[in-house]
């Protein structure tokens, strides 16, 4: 005990003796005098350092985009990251909805930030659709160089060179009839797009008006077949009562025949806390999936694992893959026009064929300036 109190007394006395050095200026020797040079080195004032580049701030803005076909408002997000060139993707959102809800309901723009991809939402007017349903039923809306396709190109490639996105990783997604529409947009432009995203969708070319649309969603319709491959991942829930599942399987039988030969392989999981799945992964070989299908258990018509702060989203967790290979990213650093149509309700699970009066307006409050949609 005495030992222990005295080397705590030693150690208050160094400590106190280096503080008294610190606050007491001790008398020194002069010091000899610098050499001329030095002293007029020393006495010229020091050069500030280099300003240091601050990483630009994640963005989230809105815009417009005209072209001889029409015209769509969109929303932007930008992850405010320096990588060179970065993955763009197109989020095409389903009816009833706009961007930034679907936005909020999806959380993509969390995920964008945390991956460094650049994500466009372009919205649906009620002049086009009084739900805002992209018209993925309209022969004249899907086809090339033809109505809404022809205006989502012309608005990805315009992106592309504005923000600088690498056109080799171009991707688009969307759910129910933006799904559905994003196949048709890939099938008609092929060459723009490295991949596709399907949640809850039908394949390209299943319906040809309302009548048949309805039908389509009801009982399933295989569409037109693929004449390009593309990766494609689709996921739907079992309990969808809007759009059969039975759309999903044919949406993945389209995606494969481009394909000569692939591997399926079948996998069944469980998300903590969440819903089980099964996920069916086909390659060539033992190489890159190519067709993936995600079929989650108990889910409705909704976002599997999206949020509550937008429309149509199944907050219990499911399993949406953050770095599917299929949409590689960089590592951390409906109806005619003008009538009603089908789309869902806001409540997951129920379908309804009438018009919606929701909230919100994406009305296009410019006129159409002629430009060329590619």
Request: hydrophobic letters at 40%.
């Amino acid at each position: 005990m005495k030992g222990g109190l005295k080397l705590a007394v030693d150690l208050a006395a160094s400590l106190a003796a280096a503080a008294l050095k610190a606050v007491v200026p001790l008398v020194a020797a002069p010091k000899p005098k610098a050499p001329r040079k030095e002293r007029a080195r020393a006495a010229a004032p020091e050069k500030p350092p280099l300003a240091t580049r601050s990483m630009p701030a994640a963005s989230d803005r809105a815009g417009l985009h005209r072209c001889e076909h029409g015209a769509r408002h969109y929303r932007i997000f930008k992850p405010g990251m320096t990588t060179a060139a970065p993955p763009l993707l197109v989020m095409l959102h389903g009816c009833g909805q706009t961007p930034a809800d679907f936005a909020k309901g999806t959380g993509m723009n969390a995920l964008a930030k945390t991956f460094g991809l650049i994500v466009v939402y372009p919205a649906q007017p009620r002049e086009a659709h009084p739900t805002r349903c992209w018209n993925w039923f309209q022969t004249e809306d899907i086809r090339r160089d033809a109505g809404e396709a022809a205006i989502l190109a012309s608005l990805t490639r315009d992106l592309v060179r504005k923000h600088g996105a690498d056109p080799a990783r171009v991707y688009v997604a969307g759910l129910s009839a933006g799904a559905s529409m994003a196949l048709a947009l890939a099938r008609a432009y092929p060459e723009l797009f490295a991949a596709v995203g399907v949640h809850s969708g039908l394949p390209a070319g299943a319906a040809r008006d309302q009548a048949s649309a309805l039908v389509a969603m009801q009982r399933g319709d295989p569409g037109l077949r693929r004449m390009l491959p593309m990766p494609t991942i689709v996921f739907h829930g079992s309990h969808d009562r809007v759009v059969n599942p039975r759309n999903g399987r044919l949406v993945v039988l389209r995606a494969r025949e481009p394909y000569p030969t692939l591997r399926g392989t079948e996998t069944a999981g469980q998300v903590p806390n969440g819903r089980a799945y099964r996920r069916t992964v086909y390659r060539l070989g033992s190489g890159r999936s190519l067709v993936e299908h995600w079929n989650v258990a108990g889910s409705g018509h909704a976002w599997s694992g999206g949020s509550s702060r937008g429309r149509f989203t199944d907050e219990r967790p499911g399993r949406l893959a953050r770095d599917d290979p299929l949409f590689p990213a960089p590592q951390p650093v409906g109806a005619e026009k003008g009538r009603p149509g089908p789309h869902h309700s806001r409540r997951a699970g129920r379908a309804v064929a009438r018009p919606g009066q929701l909230n919100g307006s994406s009305r296009l409050s410019q006129p159409v300036v002629p430009g060329r949609c590619r």
